[in-house]
């Protein structure tokens, strides 16, 4: 598996146009056969701040959904609305065992 959480702060007037524009992309990648999970998920303390959990099968399926019309079009349509670049940071799997995602 190859897990990933991607920390985006957006500017707090971008918060719904950016929620609606990634609710779009996290759409379409759990369509993508090497995606698991695809969660988008909001900071409690904080409504400018988000996370996106992606699991992909492989890190293969990870560059190609980095490939995709959905992603390239969410990424070019919410650059302008983030406060600082997304970090990434890159997981291995301990449990469930990656036949169990």
Known sequence: MHIVHVHIQVKPEDIDAFITATLENA??????????????IQLADD???FVLVEVYKTKADAAKHK???????????????????????????????????
């Open 27 to 40: 759409r379409n990648s759990v369509q993508e056969p090497g995606v698991s999970r695809f969660d988008f």
């Open 47 to 49: 409504p400018a701040g």
């Open 67 to 101: 490939e995709t019309a959905h992603y390239l079009g969410w990424r070019d349509s919410v650059a302008e609305m983030m406060a600082r670049p997304r970090t990434g940071v890159v997981y291995q799997n301990l449990f469930p065992q990656d036949e169990n995602w």
